[in-house]
């Protein structure tokens, strides 16, 4: 097994002395395994749940909430003094089977029902919630870019207003986030989202819906995601003008369109964490930067995203033998140029919106 160098080599202590949390998302069968444990430590000062946190994994079973696995995932972090970032009360692919189908009124009260019970149980002991996951999807047609989903359909487009303020009122330290996909890539429609996500929050802001930060998961593709995108970058300034701050919350950078060759491929996948993150880190008041999976041996990219040539993926830091990668060395390059603890991002009144 990999032997790591002294703690304060490990990202967790890098990220402390910036100010930032680092960390990943994990599963309770990670937990058991005490070398990965070991490693997890040395490399996170936060954790966050992969799946079980899920509104569907909690009632797996119809009208039996089941917060075991989410528990465990509390409590480890709790017992390791790790900050814990909540995910995710509401998202249109994490409803459970049985409220698919049914009125909007039974959808709504069971919707609420959730975010009251799952929020007021973890309250004061996580650093974060997702509250929503991916509200946007702009090819659903809608003027304001709503995705088209059960949550719109049954509470109208205040859901998203409901949904935070409810979670303010019952966890008031929890830093609420909303959380989106495809914000950080270089395609024509990703620049609608990102011009969707700035009137959304405006509007939200606008009414006082209590988000604090703006979740964005970073799912790359090595040889897509461009070295140099200052759409993005324009995009996290308007972000911080607004008084949010940011946090990376499923870091991963798939290598399906890399040669084979792994001393290539990891070099290709380092080279775009650290483009990335560079990036990001200049332009936005960030929390957080958070992988999507532990190790290589971890990635949800081998069944959703396979290689062409059967290779395992090897999108994270640390290899399925726990070893660090090249990626790990250029993240921990990234935290390592953050000479600013991060703080509350302060909204600026003079600025006019550039959008
Ligand atoms: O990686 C997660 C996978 O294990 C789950 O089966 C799946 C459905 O719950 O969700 C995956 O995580 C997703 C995350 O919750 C939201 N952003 C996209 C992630 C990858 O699909």
């Not at 069968?29 to 749940?49: G, R």
């Not at 950078?253 to 040669?259: G, I």
């Not at 703080?343 to 600025?351: S, W, Y």
Request: net charge negative.
């Amino acid at each position: 097994m990999a032997q790591h160098g002294p703690d304060e080599d490990g990202l967790s202590s890098v990220a402390v002395r910036r100010g930032l949390l680092c960390g990943t998302a994990l599963c309770t069968s990670d937990l058991s395994l005490q070398p990965l444990h070991h490693a997890i430590l040395q490399d996170c000062n936060l954790v966050t749940a992969e799946y079980e946190m899920k509104w569907d994994a909690i009632q797996s079973r119809p009208h039996i909430p089941d917060y075991s696995a989410a528990d465990k995932l509390v409590a480890f972090a709790t017992d390791n003094a790790l900050a814990f970032h909540g995910h995710t009360l509401w998202w249109h692919e994490a409803i459970p089977e049985v409220y698919r189908e049914g009125s909007d009124a039974d959808f709504a009260e069971a919707a609420l029902q959730h975010l009251d019970m799952t929020v007021t149980r973890y309250t004061g002991r996580l650093t974060s919630w997702d509250v929503i996951n991916e509200a946007l999807e702009p090819a659903h047609g809608r003027e304001d870019g709503l995705r088209r989903s059960r949550f719109l359909d049954a509470l109208g487009p205040d859901y998203i207003a409901t949904a935070f303020s409810r979670a303010a009122v019952l966890d008031p330290t929890a830093v609420l986030v909303l959380n989106e996909m495809g914000l950080e890539y270089d395609l024509p429609e990703a620049e609608t989202k990102r011009r969707m996500m700035l009137s959304l929050l405006e509007r939200e802001l606008a009414r006082g819906t209590p988000i604090a930060c703006l979740g964005i998961q970073s799912h790359l593709t090595a040889l897509e995601q461009p070295r140099e995108h200052p759409r993005l970058r324009a995009f996290l300034r308007e972000i911080g003008r607004m008084g949010l701050n940011v946090m990376i919350t499923e870091m991963d950078v798939s290598d399906h369109l890399c040669p084979r060759d792994q001393r290539r491929r990891d070099a290709i996948v380092a080279d775009t964490y650290r483009a990335y993150l560079d990036l990001v880190l200049d332009e936005s008041s960030i929390l957080a930067v958070s992988t999507w999976g532990f190790t290589d041996g971890s990635t949800w990219l081998n069944s959703f995203r396979p290689r062409a040539d059967g290779a395992p993926q090897r999108p994270l830091l640390l290899d399925r033998a726990l070893r660090r990668k090249p990626a790990w060395h250029a993240v921990r390059k990234a935290l390592l140029r953050v000479n600013h603890a991060a703080g509350p991002a302060q909204p600026d009144p003079g600025a006019e919106p550039s959008h």
